[in-house]
């Protein structure tokens, strides 16, 4: 047969057996025809062994009958008319001598005085005699002399059991048939077969009730996962509300093991979605966001240009002009140039790594913030020690420079602002109104702005609110951490960084 019909018939044969079910079934009933057929193979050897044991005694025992003949019964131990030993005459003697039915005899003789022929009986049921045919008697005179049974098949009689000795009068030998053990082992094999098959029968019958019962939770695990299979997770809001049973949790049971991790992995899924969905949402708001700062600017531009288009002659307008399309395109390059270092950090583009001397680096940013907010009360509190991070120097410098611009645009003139040096990092600290509680869980977020209590005399603080989410993505991407805690009159900004080693 070709491999392209042999192969679909494979997988049409292996077909039924796919299911656990059906494995966990056809185990079960292998093991059971096996161990069945093992215990009846050994059980009808030991009836074998036994009755035969029981059959070598008695053909001993016949062997002794048979040696203790008369010596005329070597002569002809089948006929009915023996010898004429005397003339007396007196009544024959059974040539049986106490053999029993089905016992075979067999006597091969040399005597000088007789003519001395093999020759042997066969007692019948009748207790009548029949005599030896000369071809199994050929046959017994090869038997050895040991007196030890074997089985010999003789070509007339069949099987029998024979053990034969050596005489005064010559080699006797004595036997039974075996049919009467072989017969009883057959009749044990068959019920054996049919007990086999019976049980096989019965394991399989039961075996599917029981392994389906015990299956059942596991179809159900199964049915909760194919329903949320079913599911459209590949866009929007998701409630993956579905999960597998309490009841089918237990971790003691292995049912319960795979219930309690498809748990957890649609724990996983759930909240990998919300985060993704998330995501999305602040994508889109982004966009939005960023498109809103850009117009502003864009639409400034786009109206002075069109006053300078309408009056050419007047060189007032054309100052004024150029000038705010200047302001505006510093304002809308900052902004870009802010969206685009987020971008390169959210792809994970690295930064320089070397050491920073933080002291430094918070000295001179407090002394810009001075000059240009003088009007604020400026602290810097360095340790005696130099401190020293791992980092790149411009984009740390970036951190401060944020964090103290936000400092100085989200508090009113005279507040006192405290930057420090830590052991592992900065802070900065001031005693402004705080941020709005429902804002803080969000002050890091990109567009997120301040209201107005937190700007300098209730005006619009300006900027596109990147100012902290860029100071997240910069500590973020050296490996650091940031954390705000806020309230009326204390603000606190820590940022934590790799300190160096060296």
């Known amino acids: 047969m070709t491999r392209a019909v042999v192969q679909p018939l494979r997988q049409r044969v292996r077909e039924p057996f796919r299911s656990l079910t059906s494995r966990l079934v056809l185990t079960a009933v292998a093991l059971v025809l096996t161990v069945s057929v093992v215990i009846g193979v050994v059980a009808s050897l030991a009836v074998r062994t036994y009755l035969d044991g029981r059959l070598d005694d008695d053909v001993q025992g016949a062997l002794d009958r048979a040696r203790n003949a008369p010596a005329w019964a070597y002569v002809d131990s089948a006929s009915l008319q023996p010898p004429e030993i005397s003339g007396d005459g007196r009544t024959r003697p059974d040539p049986r001598f106490g053999q029993g039915e089905s016992t075979l005899t067999a006597y091969f003789g040399d005597f000088a005085d007789y003519d ?33 049974p074997r089985t010999v098949d003789l070509p007339e009689l069949g099987s029998y059991r024979v053990a034969a000795t050596e005489t005064a009068y010559g080699v006797v030998v004595a036997g039974l048939p075996t049919d009467d053990v072989d017969d009883a082992v057959a009749t044990l094999l068959r019920v054996e077969a049919v007990l086999v098959l019976g049980g096989a029968g019965l394991a399989a019958l039961v075996g599917l009730l029981l392994v389906r019962r015990q299956l059942r939770p596991l179809t159900q695990v199964a049915a909760t996962a194919h329903r949320v299979s079913a599911l459209p997770l590949d866009s929007g809001e998701i409630d993956l509300a579905e999960r597998v049973p309490e009841r089918l949790t237990d971790e003691r049971t292995e049912v319960g093991q795979v ?9 996983h899924v759930e909240s990998s979605l919300t985060a993704r969905h998330r995501s999305e949402q602040q994508v889109r708001q982004f966009v939005a966001d960023a498109s809103h700062e850009l117009r502003t600017p864009l639409a400034t531009i786009a109206g002075y240009t069109e006053l300078a288009q309408r009056r050419p002659d007047d060189t007032g307008t054309q100052r004024t002009a150029l000038s705010k399309v200047a302001e505006e395109s510093v304002r809308m390059t900052g902004l870009v140039e802010d969206l685009l270092l987020l971008a390169r950090l959210d792809s994970g583009r690295p930064l320089e790594r070397e050491p920073v001397d933080l002291t430094r680096l918070l000295l001179e940013a407090v002394s810009d913030a001075r000059v240009l907010a003088p009007s604020h009360r400026w602290r810097l509190e360095l340790p005696e020690d130099v401190v020293e991070v791992v980092g790149d120097t411009p984009r740390l410098h970036q951190v401060v420079t944020n964090l103290l611009t936000n400092a100085r645009k989200h508090t009113p003139e005279g507040s006192t602002i405290t930057v420090a040096a830590t052991a592992t990092g900065l802070s900065v600290h001031d005693d402004g109104p705080g941020f709005d509680p429902d804002l803080a869980d969000r002050a890091f977020e990109r567009f997120v702005r301040g209201d107005a209590s937190r700007a300098r005399g209730g005006q619009d603080p300006g900027g596109a609110g990147l100012g902290l989410s860029l100071v997240q993505a910069i500590v973020a991407a050296h490996g650091g951490s940031v954390t705000l805690s806020s309230r009326p009159g204390d603000t606190t900004i820590e940022v934590r960084l790799p300190v160096s080693t060296t």
């Open 116 to 148: 001395a022929e093999p020759n042997g009986t066969v007692v019948d049921r009748g207790g009548r005699f029949d005599a030896v045919p000369e071809e199994d008697l050929d046959v017994l005179a090869g038997v050895g002399t040991d007196a030890r």
């Open 259 to 267: 219930g309690a991790a498809l748990n957890t992995l649609l724990a």
